[in-house]
């Protein structure tokens, strides 16, 4: 029993001081790949705008939530001119 509870202790304390460290630069690193993706779809600004917000430790987290609440993006793609069919 006592190794398990040394086991617990360390988990706890040393392992999820690490996490907690890691976990935003995790996020950045996370919305730093995706930048070039996003600004594709969105334009360059739009893009910017977008991978900027998601890479913040606090901000990007809460957008993603409420983006998903909400069922849509805030920054929307950009719009593209409708191709017309030759005849």
């Known amino acids: 029993?006592?190794?398990?509870?040394?086991?617990?202790?360390w988990g706890k304390g040393e392992f999820g001081e690490r996490w907690a460290r890691a976990?935003?630069?995790i996020g950045t690193a996370v919305a730093v790949a995706?930048?070039?993706d996003t600004m594709r779809?969105?334009?360059?600004?739009?893009?910017?705008?977008?991978?900027?917000l998601n890479a913040l430790p606090?901000?990007?987290?809460v957008k993603n939530f409420a983006e998903g609440v909400r069922g849509?993006?805030?920054i929307g793609e950009r719009r593209r001119p409708a191709r017309s069919l030759p005849r």
Request: avoid cysteine.
């Open 34 to 36: 995706l930048m070039f």
């Open 23 to 25: 976990l935003p630069w």
């Open 1 to 9: 029993m006592a190794i398990a509870g040394n086991l617990i202790g």
């Open 58 to 61: 606090i901000v990007g987290p």
């Open 72 to 74: 849509r993006e805030f």
């Open 41 to 52: 779809r969105k334009g360059v600004v739009r893009g910017g705008i977008d991978t900027a």
